[in-house]
């Protein structure tokens, strides 16, 4: 067999396989899945963290940010959202533990807002003001006024519906 179809044929049959074992699907989903909401979280998280806004995924800041954030509850964007020191201090634990480790997202943004890092900026540039300013949506920390699945980290196209 001459060696450039021998060569084509090789990665025929490898992305067959890949195709076969579900890899190749996996792949183009492997960004999305480093957003995921981890499992175990704290019960505190859900009752507490999840009761004003989203519940959002410790995928979405850095360890620093989310330190920050736990370290000071008692001044919480304008509110008091303290909690017991057992439960901070478990929620801290949990949010820094599974924290963003891809580089992009190692930014600490501004305020340590998910919605002042630029990833966040880029990812929304499209949205016009009208659709910002829609009473359905509020604020852009709304995530789930338009991802669906915001509460388990998820926000590919599927699960998307922007208030009109
Ligand atoms: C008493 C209500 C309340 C509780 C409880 C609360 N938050 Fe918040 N949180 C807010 C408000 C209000 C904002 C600002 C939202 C806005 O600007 O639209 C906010 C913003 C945030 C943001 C920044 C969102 C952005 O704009 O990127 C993070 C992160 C966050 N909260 C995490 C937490 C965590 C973690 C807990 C639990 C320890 C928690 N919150 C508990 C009310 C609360
Ligand atoms: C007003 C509706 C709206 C709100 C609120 C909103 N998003 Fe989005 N988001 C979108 C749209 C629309 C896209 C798709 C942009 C595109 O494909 O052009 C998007 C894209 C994304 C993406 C990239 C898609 C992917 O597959 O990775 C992420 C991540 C994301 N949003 C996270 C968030 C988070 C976290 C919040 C809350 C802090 C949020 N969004 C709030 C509408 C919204």
């Not at 992305?15 to 074992?21: C, E, G, N, R």
């Not at 995928?59 to 017991?84: C, E, F, Q, V």
């Not at 990812?123 to 852009?140: G, L």
């Amino acid at each position: 067999m001459k060696p450039l179809l021998k060569a084509h044929l090789t990665s025929q049959f490898l992305a067959a396989t890949l195709v076969s074992l579900g890899l190749s699907s996996s792949l183009a989903w492997a960004d999305g899945d480093l957003k995921r909401m981890p499992a175990g979280a704290p019960k505190a998280f859900q009752s507490e963290c999840a009761s004003c806004h989203t519940a959002y995924s410790p995928k979405l800041l850095p360890a620093a940010s989310w330190g920050r954030i736990m370290d000071k509850l008692d001044k919480h964007y304008g509110l008091n959202a303290t909690l017991s020191a057992e439960e901070t201090a478990d929620i801290k634990r949990w949010l820094m533990d599974n924290a963003a480790t891809k580089s992009k997202r190692l930014e600490e943004p501004p305020q340590d807002r998910i919605t002042e890092a630029a990833w966040f900026k880029k990812e929304h540039r499209r949205i016009s003001q009208t659709t910002w300013a829609n009473p359905a949506v509020k604020s852009p920390s709304n995530c789930a006024a338009c991802h669906t699945q915001a509460d388990k980290g998820r926000f590919d196209d599927d699960n998307l519906r922007i208030p009109r």
